[in-house]
Structures are given as structure tokens and as C-alpha cells.
């Protein structure tokens, strides 16, 4: 007994020895490294040492990363967020976030927990595959797309990184957020990262709004849209409304499930703020998205007190809206014609793009694949990147086979989300995030006709986070 507990106490002394040298190293790191950001450039400076500081954390807990991550994924492409530094494209406070937590993790837990067999062969695979069959066609891209600086990469390589390997840190991002889910004594706290998120992207939106001093029928009409408010925030509006309509899935059912009446409350105030900013940015499919899901809610929860709860809502959002919400919702009814009700998407993009499709139906033509199509290089279509329709752009760059993977993996998704959301065991608010999580898929699914991808996409970031914690709550089921 005495020789165990001899053993066990030089194993802590080790273990936290192990700790304490770690940190040590990552503190002279951090020092040095300051150093160095502070000779080069104040602004640098900064977000590196932030960066660094963040890392020694991480090194100590992984799932301090994972917390870090949550709140910086749905920011992480505005240009309010630092995507270089120093002049290396890779070299960003997110890449050094991910790298730091995934490292921590791997010093202390089993790697399998981030690759999920669905996820790697149904999503990661085929989309990497697509970006390999895209790379030789990189000379082929139409010169206007760089001519207008819309794209940042110069070569096959860099095609290949930014259009398959980026987007993909999404998903490794929603993967330490299931190991540490995985591994939490509360696995709640992370509605609370969730929430924090929201109220970090709508306050930036409206900090972008206050200062241009935009009027709401500006930002309602299409020359609004793409005014220099939209390019100083780094992101579309259609983009924005998408992200906050799946915000206000999540957190509606988690909402009216809570019994914390402290929780009830944040999350009464973070609906608010979020359905504002959703309302600001006049996105069509953000609006479906969020009447889908309050539809969904409505299904799911249906009795004389939600019913109740509905008309109250829907009375108030009839009596408040401003009008540029009711002219942005029927742009195109009064012409007649489904072209302009669609924004020229049907004659602009879709009809001319259909042909491409049979050009390799199999397995696609590469991501991307719009950039360098006939109809774009012959004055056929609209001068744009992608399909505007997320099932076309699958088939044209994936194949109907690589359409097929996609679905079978959100199908996969779906399963879990609606199993776990009537799951007895798991707390009212765990059940209630998977509720939120599955009628946030129905919103990616059914706007993902007018817009958006299947693949990972900047505005479906926080689904992609209860994804994460979809697989972390499997991970804590026993083997049986």
C-alpha cells in the first residue's frame, strides 16, 4: 500500500512537473516571440501576443482552446480579424489557436476522438479529392476573378489550400470542440461560448451600421448591399443573415427549455439582439431560415402555450417591422417574373451553368469549378465565383456521387442531432441544443437552394459547433 501510494505521489510529482516545464517553455517562448512582434509592427504585436498568450493556456488545458475557438470561428473572416501577419498568409490568430489546442489535445488524448469514420469518409475525403481534380484546372480560371483581387491565392498549391484545405479548419475546429465536450464535467458551459459568439458578430454588425450612418432603406436595396459598409465588415449580408438564423435556432429551443431563470434570461436578450442584427442585414434566406426554424419549434413543442407564444410573436413582428423589411421580402412579386424575384439567379446563373453538369456528372469538375466554366468565359452568365445554389455547385464540382456523400452525412448528422435531442439522460439544456441543432440543418438545407454550400461555410459555423458537441456527447456513451 505504502509502495502504491509511493508511486502515485512521484507520478503527480511528474505529472505536474511535465505541466510546469511546458509552461515555463511557452512563457520564454512568448517572451521571445514578443520581442520579436514589437520590433515589427505595433498591431502585430499585438494579436501575437494575445495569440501566444492564449497558446500557454491552451498547453495547460486544451479545453481552454476549444472555449477560445467557439467565440472566434464566426469572426474569423471579417476584416476586423487578422488573416496575416507579418506577410505570412498562414501566420493568423486562429491557425495559432487551432495548432495550439490541437497539440494540447494530443499530448493528452486519443486522436480518434477527432476523426469520426462519417465525418472523414462522407465529408473530408470527397471534398479533398474534389479539390486534387480541380487543381490542373487553376491556368484555366477566369483572369477577371484576380484582376478584382476577389481571390487570394497565385498557384495550383495555393488553390488547393484555400479552396479544400481552409474551409476544412471549420471542421477541425467543431472536432476539439467534441473532444473537449468529450471530457467536460459540464459539457452546458459551451451554450455559454455559443451565446458569447453571437453577441460578438451582431455587435460588430451594428457597430459597422452606427458608424457609416446607413438609413434601413439603403441597406434594404440591392445597391445597399454591396456598399462599402458590407466590404469594411468582410462579410455578405446573405452570409450574416444565414449565420444568425441558425444563432436563433440553436438558442430558441434551448430557450424554452432551460429552468435556470438566470440562463432564460441571457438567452431572452441574446434572441433579441440577434433577430436584430438579422432583420439589418434584409437576407431572404436569413429571414426563411429563421421562420423555418420558428416553424420547426412550433411542430416540435406544439401546445396551447406555444401557440400562444407564436401569435404574440408574429403580431409583434407584423406591428414592428419597418417597411424596407416588407419591400426587401416581395422585391420582384409585382414584376411577375421569377427571374427577378430570384435576383437573376435563374437566367443569370442556374440555366446557363446546367450544361457543366453533364461535363462530369461522376465526381465533378473540382471545387470551384464555376470559375473556369464555358458560360463564365463566353459572356453567358453572371460574373460570379460560385453556383448560388449549393446542390448545383455540388454536382458541378463534386459529381452526383460527391452530392450523394454530403447528403448521407448531414442524414448522419440529423440521426444523432434528433436522437440526442430525445435523450433522457442528457440535461434539458444538451437535449434542447440538439433540437436547436436539427432545425438549424433543416435551415442549411432548405436555403442552401438560393445560396451558401454543403461544404463547411463561414456562416453555418456555430451548426458546425453543435456538430462538435454532437460527437462529444457520443464520445462520453459507454461502449454498449
Known amino acids: 500500500m505504502a509502495a502504491a501510494?509511493?508511486?502515485?505521489?512521484?507520478?503527480?510529482?511528474?505529472?505536474?512537473?511535465?505541466?510546469?516545464?511546458?509552461?515555463?517553455?511557452g512563457l520564454?517562448?512568448?517572451?521571445?516571440?514578443?520581442?520579436?512582434?514589437?520590433?515589427?509592427?505595433?498591431?502585430?504585436?499585438?494579436?501575437?501576443?494575445?495569440?501566444?498568450?492564449?497558446?500557454?493556456?491552451?498547453?495547460?488545458?486544451f479545453r481552454i482552446g476549444a472555449v477560445a475557438l467557439t467565440l472566434v470561428l464566426p469572426i474569423s473572416q471579417t476584416n476586423f480579424f487578422p488573416h496575416s501577419m507579418f506577410g505570412i498568409p498562414a501566420l493568423n490568430p486562429f491557425n495559432i489557436l487551432v495548432l495550439a489546442t490541437l497539440v494540447s489535445y494530443a499530448l493528452r488524448g486519443r486522436l480518434a476522438v477527432l476523426v469520426p469514420a462519417p465525418l472523414v469518409w462522407l465529408y473530408v475525403v470527397p471534398i479533398l479529392i474534389a479539390g486534387l481534380i480541380g487543381m490542373p484546372n487553376f491556368e484555366r480560371i477566369f483572369p477577371s476573378f484576380f484582376e478584382r483581387e476577389t481571390l487570394s491565392f497565385t498557384s495550383a498549391f495555393g488553390y488547393f489550400r484555400d479552396m479544400a484545405i481552409?474551409?476544412?479548419?471549420?471542421?477541425?475546429?467543431?472536432?476539439?470542440v467534441a473532444a473537449a465536450v468529450a471530457r467536460a464535467q459540464r459539457p452546458e458551459r459551451f451554450i455559454g461560448a455559443i451565446i458569447a459568439a453571437v453577441w460578438v458578430i451582431?455587435?460588430?454588425?451594428?457597430?459597422?451600421?452606427?458608424?457609416?450612418?446607413?438609413?434601413?432603406?439603403?441597406?434594404?436595396?440591392?445597391?445597399?448591399?454591396?456598399?462599402?459598409?458590407?466590404?469594411?465588415?468582410?462579410?455578405?449580408?446573405?452570409d450574416l443573415g444565414r449565420l444568425f438564423a441558425v444563432a436563433y435556432a440553436l438558442l430558441l429551443f434551448v430557450w424554452w427549455e432551460t429552468k435556470n431563470a438566470v440562463l432564460k434570461t441571457v438567452l431572452f436578450v441574446t434572441l433579441g439582439i440577434a433577430g436584430i442584427a438579422l432583420v439589418l442585414t434584409f437576407s431572404r434566406g436569413g429571414f426563411l431560415g429563421a421562420l423555418i426554424a420558428s416553424g420547426l419549434f412550433l411542430l416540435w413543442k406544439f401546445n396551447a402555450k406555444t401557440l400562444?407564444?407564436?401569435?404574440?410573436?408574429?403580431?409583434?413582428?407584423?406591428?414592428?417591422?419597418?417597411?424596407?423589411?416588407?419591400?426587401?421580402?416581395?422585391?420582384?412579386?409585382?414584376?411577375?417574373?421569377?427571374?427577378?424575384?430570384?435576383?437573376?439567379?435563374?437566367?443569370?446563373?442556374?440555366?446557363?451553368?446546367?450544361?457543366?453538369?453533364?461535363?462530369s456528372p461522376i465526381w465533378g469538375n473540382g471545387i470551384g469549378s464555376v470559375m473556369w466554366s464555358d458560360p463564365l468565359w463566353n459572356g453567358m452568365m453572371l460574373l460570379v465565383a460560385h453556383a448560388h445554389n449549393a446542390y448545383l455547385e455540388a454536382v458541378l464540382d463534386m459529381g452526383f456521387v460527391g452530392l450523394a456523400l454530403l447528403l448521407a452525412f448531414y442524414w448522419h448528422v440529423w440521426r444523432n442531432f434528433r436522437a440526442l435531442g430525445a435523450n433522457a439522460y442528457l440535461s434539458p439544456e444538451m437535449r434542447a441544443l440538439?433540437?436547436?441543432?436539427?432545425?438549424?440543418?433543416?435551415?442549411?438545407?432548405?436555403?442552401?437552394?438560393?445560396?451558401?454550400?454543403?461544404?463547411?461555410?463561414?456562416?453555418f459555423s456555430?451548426?458546425?459547433?453543435?456538430?462538435?458537441?454532437?460527437?462529444?456527447?457520443?464520445?462520453?456513451?459507454?461502449?454498449?
Open 202 to 238: 451582431a455587435l460588430l454588425e451594428l457597430a459597422v451600421l452606427a458608424s457609416a450612418g446607413v438609413r434601413l432603406g439603403a441597406l434594404a436595396s440591392v445597391s445597399g448591399r454591396d456598399a462599402d459598409y458590407y466590404d469594411e465588415l468582410g462579410l455578405h449580408p446573405n
Open 434 to 459: 440538439f433540437q436547436g441543432g436539427a432545425a438549424a440543418l433543416v435551415v442549411l438545407l432548405v436555403t442552401a437552394w438560393t445560396g451558401s454550400s454543403l461544404r463547411p461555410e463561414m456562416e
Open 462 to 480: 456555430l451548426l458546425w459547433i453543435a456538430i462538435g458537441m454532437m460527437y462529444g456527447m457520443l464520445a462520453r456513451k459507454p461502449a454498449n
Open 308 to 359: 400562444t407564444l407564436a401569435l404574440i410573436a408574429a403580431i409583434f413582428v407584423l406591428l414592428l417591422a419597418p417597411e424596407p423589411v416588407y419591400d426587401r421580402i416581395t422585391m420582384g412579386f409585382d414584376s411577375g417574373d421569377m427571374n427577378v424575384v430570384s435576383a437573376g439567379r435563374i437566367e443569370g446563373i442556374w440555366a446557363p451553368l446546367l450544361p457543366e453538369t453533364l461535363k
Open 28 to 61: 520564454v517562448a512568448f517572451g521571445a516571440a514578443s520581442g520579436v512582434a514589437i520590433a515589427f509592427g505595433e498591431t502585430g504585436a499585438f494579436y501575437i501576443t494575445l495569440s501566444l498568450i492564449l497558446a500557454a493556456a491552451i498547453l495547460l488545458d
Open 166 to 176: 481552409r474551409p476544412l479548419l471549420i471542421v477541425a475546429t467543431a472536432m476539439l
Open 5 to 25: 501510494q509511493s508511486t502515485l505521489a512521484r507520478s503527480e510529482g511528474a505529472g505536474a512537473s511535465y505541466i510546469w516545464i511546458l509552461a515555463a517553455v
